[in-house]
Protein backbone atom coordinates (compact mmCIF):
# COMPACT_ATOMS: atom_id res chain seq x y z
CA UNK A 1 0.00 0.00 0.00
CA UNK A 2 1.79 3.71 -0.73
CA UNK A 3 1.44 6.16 1.04
CA UNK A 4 -1.00 8.01 -1.07
CA UNK A 5 -3.63 5.39 -0.79
CA UNK A 6 -2.57 5.07 3.06
CA UNK A 7 -3.40 8.91 3.36
CA UNK A 8 -7.07 8.43 1.62
CA UNK A 9 -7.74 5.71 3.56
CA UNK A 10 -7.03 7.90 6.93
CA UNK A 11 -8.70 10.58 5.50
CA UNK A 12 -11.78 8.61 4.47
CA UNK A 13 -11.93 7.45 8.16
CA UNK A 14 -12.49 11.00 9.71
CA UNK A 15 -14.90 12.80 10.62
CA UNK A 16 -17.75 13.84 8.35
CA UNK A 17 -19.11 16.85 9.90
CA UNK A 18 -18.44 19.05 13.03
CA UNK A 19 -21.35 20.03 15.19
CA UNK A 20 -21.39 22.74 17.30
CA UNK A 21 -24.15 23.51 19.66
CA UNK A 22 -24.68 26.80 20.75
CA UNK A 23 -25.21 25.39 24.59
CA UNK A 24 -23.99 22.90 26.66
CA UNK A 25 -27.19 22.00 28.49
CA UNK A 26 -30.79 23.37 27.17
CA UNK A 27 -32.33 24.50 30.53
CA UNK A 28 -35.94 25.30 30.34
CA UNK A 29 -36.28 25.86 34.30
CA UNK A 30 -39.58 28.14 34.75
CA UNK A 31 -39.82 29.06 31.12
CA UNK A 32 -41.91 27.36 28.76
CA UNK A 33 -39.68 27.40 25.75
CA UNK A 34 -35.74 27.74 25.21
CA UNK A 35 -34.09 27.83 22.07
CA UNK A 36 -30.53 27.14 20.83
CA UNK A 37 -28.75 26.70 17.92
CA UNK A 38 -26.49 24.00 16.69
CA UNK A 39 -23.76 25.00 13.76
CA UNK A 40 -22.89 21.94 11.24
CA UNK A 41 -19.63 22.12 8.93
CA UNK A 42 -19.26 20.12 6.35
CA UNK A 43 -15.50 18.51 6.91
CA UNK A 44 -15.29 16.67 3.83
CA UNK A 45 -14.23 17.18 0.20
CA UNK A 46 -17.84 16.42 -1.42
CA UNK A 47 -21.37 18.05 -0.25
CA UNK A 48 -23.71 16.64 1.82
CA UNK A 49 -27.55 16.75 0.58
CA UNK A 50 -30.27 16.58 2.08
CA UNK A 51 -29.14 17.38 5.60
CA UNK A 52 -31.40 16.81 8.48
CA UNK A 53 -31.65 17.23 11.80
CA UNK A 54 -33.30 14.90 14.10
CA UNK A 55 -34.27 15.01 17.54
CA UNK A 56 -36.33 12.50 19.91
CA UNK A 57 -37.56 12.67 23.13
CA UNK A 58 -40.65 11.91 24.87
CA UNK A 59 -40.28 14.47 27.68
CA UNK A 60 -40.97 17.86 26.04
CA UNK A 61 -42.08 19.28 22.05
CA UNK A 62 -38.76 19.59 19.66
CA UNK A 63 -38.94 22.15 16.47
CA UNK A 64 -36.39 22.46 14.53
CA UNK A 65 -36.13 24.99 12.17
CA UNK A 66 -34.77 24.36 9.00
CA UNK A 67 -36.06 20.62 8.77
CA UNK A 68 -33.74 19.75 5.99
CA UNK A 69 -30.95 21.87 4.25
CA UNK A 70 -30.84 20.76 0.62
CA UNK A 71 -27.36 21.70 0.18
CA UNK A 72 -24.13 21.97 2.38
CA UNK A 73 -20.98 22.34 0.29
CA UNK A 74 -17.57 21.78 1.72
CA UNK A 75 -16.27 24.10 4.44
CA UNK A 76 -19.69 25.51 4.49
CA UNK A 77 -21.90 25.87 7.85
CA UNK A 78 -25.33 25.10 8.04
CA UNK A 79 -27.18 26.27 10.85
CA UNK A 80 -30.40 24.83 12.71
CA UNK A 81 -32.26 26.40 15.21
CA UNK A 82 -34.08 24.50 17.75
CA UNK A 83 -37.39 24.82 20.05
CA UNK A 84 -38.00 22.63 23.40
CA UNK A 85 -41.29 23.38 24.75
CA UNK A 86 -42.62 22.35 27.78
CA UNK A 87 -45.37 20.09 28.29
CA UNK A 88 -48.01 19.35 30.98
CA UNK A 89 -46.23 16.15 32.17
CA UNK A 90 -42.86 17.42 31.38
CA UNK A 91 -41.00 16.18 34.66
CA UNK A 92 -39.33 19.18 37.08
CA UNK A 93 -35.88 16.85 36.23
CA UNK A 94 -33.17 16.85 34.07
CA UNK A 95 -33.51 14.09 31.06
CA UNK A 96 -31.13 13.71 27.97
CA UNK A 97 -32.29 14.43 24.24
CA UNK A 98 -30.78 12.37 21.77
CA UNK A 99 -29.87 14.70 18.65
CA UNK A 100 -29.22 12.86 15.04
CA UNK A 101 -27.88 14.53 11.71
CA UNK A 102 -28.62 12.50 8.59
CA UNK A 103 -27.76 13.09 5.24
CA UNK A 104 -28.61 11.67 1.59
CA UNK A 105 -26.49 8.53 1.71
CA UNK A 106 -25.21 9.02 5.31
CA UNK A 107 -27.95 7.84 7.80
CA UNK A 108 -26.12 8.87 11.03
CA UNK A 109 -23.36 11.72 10.07
CA UNK A 110 -23.03 12.35 13.84
CA UNK A 111 -25.38 11.40 16.88
CA UNK A 112 -24.94 12.79 20.30
CA UNK A 113 -27.09 13.31 23.53
CA UNK A 114 -27.90 16.79 25.22
CA UNK A 115 -29.31 17.34 28.41
CA UNK A 116 -32.66 19.28 29.16
CA UNK A 117 -32.58 20.94 32.55
CA UNK A 118 -36.18 21.61 33.90
CA UNK A 119 -35.44 21.93 37.36
CA UNK A 120 -36.72 24.61 38.64
CA UNK A 121 -34.90 27.71 39.01
CA UNK A 122 -32.63 26.63 35.77
CA UNK A 123 -31.35 30.18 34.52
CA UNK A 124 -29.42 30.57 31.18
CA UNK A 125 -25.51 30.49 31.61
CA UNK A 126 -25.24 34.60 31.11
CA UNK A 127 -27.55 35.17 34.21
CA UNK A 128 -25.76 32.93 36.81
CA UNK A 129 -22.63 35.42 37.69
CA UNK A 130 -20.11 33.18 36.00
CA UNK A 131 -20.61 30.13 37.67
CA UNK A 132 -20.40 26.84 35.17
CA UNK A 133 -23.09 24.13 35.33
CA UNK A 134 -21.67 20.99 33.87
CA UNK A 135 -23.59 19.74 31.12
CA UNK A 136 -22.90 16.32 29.04
CA UNK A 137 -22.04 16.02 25.36
CA UNK A 138 -21.26 12.60 24.35
CA UNK A 139 -20.60 11.94 20.57
CA UNK A 140 -21.50 8.89 18.63
CA UNK A 141 -20.43 8.06 15.37
CA UNK A 142 -20.70 5.27 12.79
CA UNK A 143 -17.33 5.69 11.95
CA UNK A 144 -15.54 4.90 15.37
CA UNK A 145 -15.78 0.87 15.35
CA UNK A 146 -14.92 0.29 11.72
CA UNK A 147 -12.00 2.70 11.85
CA UNK A 148 -10.36 0.99 14.68
CA UNK A 149 -10.82 -2.23 13.33
CA UNK A 150 -8.73 -0.68 10.47
CA UNK A 151 -6.38 1.11 11.99
CA UNK A 152 -5.80 -2.14 13.74
CA UNK A 153 -5.66 -3.96 10.75
CA UNK A 154 -2.93 -1.36 9.62
CA UNK A 155 -1.07 -1.94 12.43
CA UNK A 156 -1.02 -5.39 12.70
CA UNK A 157 -0.20 -6.13 8.85
CA UNK A 158 3.54 -5.47 8.71
CA UNK A 159 3.70 -7.22 12.00
CA UNK A 160 2.35 -10.57 10.70
CA UNK A 161 4.01 -9.88 7.70
CA UNK A 162 7.62 -9.66 9.30
CA UNK A 163 6.92 -12.64 11.35
CA UNK A 164 6.04 -14.52 8.18
CA UNK A 165 9.33 -13.45 6.20
CA UNK A 166 11.37 -14.20 9.29
CA UNK A 167 9.77 -17.71 9.45
CA UNK A 168 10.60 -18.34 5.78
CA UNK A 169 14.32 -17.05 6.04
CA UNK A 170 14.89 -18.88 8.98
CA UNK A 171 13.40 -22.26 6.87
CA UNK A 172 15.31 -21.07 3.85
CA UNK A 173 18.83 -20.94 6.12
CA UNK A 174 18.24 -24.63 7.01
Known amino acids: MSGGSLLGVLFLLGELV ?12 DAEESRFELTV ?8 DKLTLDIKTERCEVSVKPKTIAHCHPSDRCLFEITVRRQADTPETRFPILVTLSA ?16 PGAVP ?6 WIDVGVLRVEGDAGRKR ?16 ILGAWLKRRAK
Open 18 to 29: SVMPSVDMVRLG
Open 41 to 48: RNMQVMEL
Open 104 to 119: EGHPKLSRFRMLVDAL
Open 125 to 130: PAARDG
Open 148 to 163: GWILAMLGLLPVIGLL
